[in-house]
């Protein structure tokens, strides 16, 4: 377990049980309370015994002394030994921020927000229904909000969900996107910030952990690192590395591979840990945080809230926000907002929270935890319509109350010194010296095999399941015959049609399942100015090209030979070659459409319905090139598959003589002798293309690649978060 030392310990109230709190917290139940405040004391340690709160000896007493500190009273218990222990709030006393263990009277730097407003134009009604469809209305997400947070301190924001919380989170550190208008400034150290410059100041852990299942604690932060530090040798980046996981208590589960729901991996806890490791290698003076205790358990939550409040006092501000945290939280914040329909409701430190909702009348029953309760207060409850107007009107009044209270004041006050200070410090950035776009591609084409290829299940199905299709069609058709009458020429081109249309959906799968988690990566760490989601694209494309041609090779090693086609080596090899583009290039589009359409669901159907359109209009089974209306013509030639099939056709049946067994003779069967009758009539001058069509046929790939690169383009406007 991770401990403090005594000025990290100061200020924080950790309870082993039910918090029992008072509107003052007057009194406080012994049976309740464990303080924190030595070297040698563990966290979530119980330290208090057993009481019997039954009797006057059983209960401690907070008095509060000239100096802010609030002291235990002398407390017997029931073995006759007496506890006197004492704590300060770290908010109450002189503030003091420490920097390699030299005491500064000054924070060595400070966040101010001022009048930050963001709305949004939204339409009325659905699609289906124009005439509300065409009508629209702009809501309010945030409405003037304002704060101040200096290093060293941590601050929680609150409020019920759809109060504004990680909207303000996303609009203070660039990812808001452009579907609104953001209005207010942002300054650090008094300087203020411009829009293109949030992301370079503030680093942002999201609610979701988009971590690969496969790697180790150790290779994904070393990966990160190696992506965002250059002038680092790999000696000083494995330093990086094991600094920050000792920071993070993450050393003990550094050969641990992540996991995820397919197979187990390390705990919640320890997943979040590295998601903000990773974000610690930039060394940012700025840490946002979206719900870091979402889906823990409750032990766990307080734990990693703990760890941000130690990350702070070692010279970082932390902003979080958080749904229902444990009372025994309350001390751990310096700062706490309440947000509620996208006001700033309260933001001060916790013992004022208590007093302004006390003035306000508004009183934290006992044995409540006062962050429900207050959160509570200020919800607007929309059950009904009398209900949201009387809740709204009393959080529009405390909201008031609190812009007129001095603890706004003096917010304000220390915001405008920071402001008009002569010698402001340098605007801390993070740390920017990350590597040439070629260097990026090939870590990121690194990191993308090393976590592919120990899937073994994954690979094996990748090489295995053109095989497996081969295997029916192969168990199918049995062996060609040179009989026309027993379906030589038949039987040759179903095999052509099954290769040529078949394994684009094989290439499909494989994209539908494995992108879509790199996706999701490539976009928090292009949001956080890693590489471009175009680089990461290519690394998938440059990664699945060796598992493409062995896949194929292994499908047309087993079909060709088995079924008995032309029995040639070259022609063998001309098989393969082009059977592989229609594989890849089922692939690639898939990943293609995957970057601007969200949903692979719908990219599944798109890819599956251009391929049957291709086969259609390109192969020239279902109807002669010729005998289609020009229109069609045109498009085939837009067709990866007009050129597979003229190859195919062009490779297994030149120079082929068929027999006809003319003892069961039937109508026309014994027209055609000759495979070259064959390519005359269905694709005249084929023959003559063929160089010209292998050409065609292969720049498809380079082409998707381009079209690829520009679609993870768009995606950089689509995708803000």
């Not at 926000?321 to 001060?348: D, K, N, W, Y």
């Not at 915001?415 to 870590?443: C, H, T, W, Y």
């Not at 992108?515 to 100015?529: K, V, Y």
């Amino acid at each position: 377990m991770m401990q403090f030392d005594s000025s990290a310990a100061e200020g924080l109230l950790i309870s082993a049980h039910k918090p029992l709190l008072r509107s003052k917290f007057s009194e406080i139940t012994q049976h309740s309370l464990c303080v924190y405040g030595s070297r040698d004391t563990p966290l979530f340690s119980n330290r208090c015994g057993n009481v019997d709160r039954g009797t006057d000896s059983g209960l401690a007493r907070l008095s509060r002394d000239m100096n802010g500190s609030y002291s235990m009273q002398a407390v017997e218990l029931e073995n006759g030994t007496k506890v006197r222990e004492s704590f300060k709030y770290g908010s109450e006393v002189k503030e003091v921020w420490r920097n390699g263990g030299e005491e500064r009277a000054e924070p060595s730097c400070c966040l101010s927000v001022r009048k930050i407003s963001y709305t949004v134009s939204e339409r009325v009604g659905p699609w289906w229904d124009l005439p509300s469809y065409r009508k629209r209305w702009t809501r309010q997400i945030l409405n003037d909000v304002s704060f101040h947070v200096d290093s060293g301190q941590i601050m929680g924001i609150l409020g019920n969900s759809g109060s504004g919380k990680t909207t303000l989170l996303d609009a203070i550190s660039g990812r808001i996107g452009h579907s609104g208008t953001l209005l207010g400034e942002v300054f650090i150290n008094g300087r203020k910030l411009k829009r293109a410059e949030y992301q370079d100041c503030f680093s942002y852990v999201l609610q979701s952990d988009n971590l690969l299942s496969y790697l180790t604690v150790e290779e994904t932060l070393t990966y990160m690192a190696q992506l965002a530090l250059q002038k680092h040798s790999a000696e000083a980046i494995k330093k990086k590395v094991s600094s920050v996981m000792a920071e993070l208590s993450l050393s003990h589960v550094a050969h641990s591979v992540i996991g995820g729901c397919v197979f187990p991996g390390i705990s919640g806890g320890e997943r979040r840990r590295v998601s903000i490791a990773s974000q610690l290698l930039q060394d940012p003076k700025v840490i946002l945080l979206d719900e870091p205790t979402t889906g823990l358990d409750s032990m766990t939550a307080n734990q990693i809230v703990v760890l941000l409040a130690e990350l702070a006092r070692r010279d970082r501000i932390i902003i979080v926000t958080i749904h229902q945290p444990r009372s025994e939280l309350f001390r751990v914040f310096s700062r706490i907002a309440i947000m509620s329909c996208g006001e700033l409701v309260f933001c001060g430190q916790p013992e004022e929270m208590v007093d302004f909702f006390s003035q306000c009348g508004y009183e934290c029953p006992e044995y409540c935890n006062p962050f429900d309760i207050y959160v509570d207060f200020t919800s607007v409850d929309t059950r009904s319509s009398e209900r949201e107007a009387a809740t709204f009107s009393r959080m529009h009044d405390i909201t008031s109350t609190y812009q007129n209270s001095a603890i706004y004041q003096g917010m304000l006050g220390k915001m405008e010194q920071s402001l008009q200070q002569a010698d402001k410090l340098a605007i801390p950035f993070k740390n920017k010296e990350s590597p040439s776009g070629a260097a990026k591609l090939e870590v990121l084409l690194r990191r993308t095999i090393r976590n592919l290829s120990r899937d073994r299940m994954g690979v094996l199905m990748r090489l295995s399941q053109n095989l497996i299709y081969g295997l029916f069609v192969a168990f199918f058709v049995m062996h060609l015959d040179n009989d026309v009458t027993k379906g030589a020429i038949q039987d040759r081109i179903g095999i052509i049609y099954q290769s040529v249309g078949a394994s684009p959906y094989t290439g499909m799968l494989n994209a539908v399942a494995l992108f879509p988690a790199l996706r999701a990566i490539s976009d928090q760490e292009s949001q956080d100015g890693l590489y471009s989601k175009w680089q990461m694209f290519l690394a998938y494309i440059f990664h699945i090209l060796p598992f493409s041609i062995i896949s194929i090779f292994i499908f047309t090693s087993f079909l060709y030979w088995t079924v008995g086609m032309h029995p040639d080596s070259m022609r063998f090899l001309c098989f393969s070659a082009v059977v592989l583009v229609p594989h890849t290039v089922g692939e690639l589009l898939t990943v293609v459409l995957l970057g601007v359409v969200q949903d692979p669901n719908m990219v599944n159907s798109g890819v599956a319905l251009l391929n049957i359109a291709g086969i259609l209009v390109g192969s020239g089974f279902l109807r002669g090139t010729q005998q289609m209306p020009e229109v069609f013509q045109w498009l085939s030639y837009l067709t990866f598959q007009k050129y597979s099939c003229e190859l195919l056709i062009v490779t297994e049946f030149h120079g082929l003589n068929f027999t006809c067994n003319i003892s069961k003779p039937l109508p026309g069967a014994c027209l055609v002798t000759q495979g070259d009758q064959v390519i005359d009539q269905g694709y005249p001058g084929a023959l003559s293309r063929y160089t010209l069509d292998f050409v065609l046929l292969y720049a498809f790939l380079p082409a998707l690649l381009l079209l690829g690169m520009v679609s993870f383009k768009i995606r950089d406007n689509l995708i803000r978060h």
